[in-house]
């Protein structure tokens, strides 16, 4: 396996950026922020520092989107490979016994609301009503069209 220090420049010219940010974290076995890291490869690339600060946002774009980095709380990026997640599954919660389900389901019962009460007064036209009406005019399409 080559490293890093063992490459020629044309050789790191064919890795992207990220290829060759993973290679050094690996090698090196330590983590950096984006501005360290991505100054860690314009160096083994010998490129300039204008070039620097005009890649610097796609560096940073290509690592959010890898999925082989992770971005530690203190910043720095690190590969996902060296750390491991932990799954906690709690199967308490899961266990019901039947009673305790009839019981839920007679309970939903109760709680659900009569269409009917639900129905509000103040919504529909009433004799009373049609006095503030009185002053609308109904129009058509064609008039609308004049």
Do not use: R
């Not at 050094?24 to 100054?39: G, S």
């Not at 709690?90 to 009917?116: A, G, Q, S, W, Y």
Request: with cysteine; charged share 40%; aromatic share 6%.
């Amino acid at each position: 396996m080559k490293t890093l220090k063992n490459m020629t420049k044309e050789e790191l010219e064919l890795l992207s950026y990220t290829d060759i940010a993973a290679m050094y974290l690996k090698e090196n076995k330590t983590t950096k922020n984006t501005a360290e890291l991505f100054k860690e490869v314009c160096n083994l690339l010998q490129l300039s520092d204008e070039e620097y600060s005009e890649q610097i946002a796609d560096f940073f774009q290509s690592l959010t989107t890898s999925k082989d980095f992770i971005l530690l709380e203190s910043g720095n990026w690190d590969l996902k490979a060296n750390h491991s997640v932990k799954v906690i599954i709690d199967d308490i919660d899961e266990e019901t016994t039947e009673e305790e389900k009839e019981e839920d389901d007679e309970n939903e019962d109760d709680t659900e609301p009569d269409m009917l009460d639900a129905i509000d007064d103040d919504n529909y036209i009433t004799d009373d009503d049609t006095e503030d009406l009185s002053d609308l005019t109904i129009v058509n399409e064609e008039e609308l069209e004049e």
